[in-house]
């Protein structure tokens, strides 16, 4: 596991943001079948999320929920148990 790595044994996808990753990630779920229009999918969504609006194109018409993150310590969270 640790050791070097040449760049032949890596398969790496690198994308401009969030946002262009958003489109990586949903394009093949669509056009697999595993996605559809008006699918409803959860979205974990910062303060000010840009990358949003991409689940309400045309190409994709989600229904997404968001979910927002809790700003607690874990230590807050298991004392709330």
Known sequence: MHGEVTAAELSLFATADG??????IFEPLVKNGLL????RIALRVSVCPPYISITE????EFDTVP????????????RSR
């Open 57 to 60: 194109l045309d190409t994709y």
């Open 19 to 24: 946002t262009v990753a958003m489109c990586y």
């Open 67 to 78: 979910i927002r993150q809790c700003w607690r310590s874990s230590s807050a969270a298991r």
């Open 36 to 39: 559809a229009k008006g699918d």
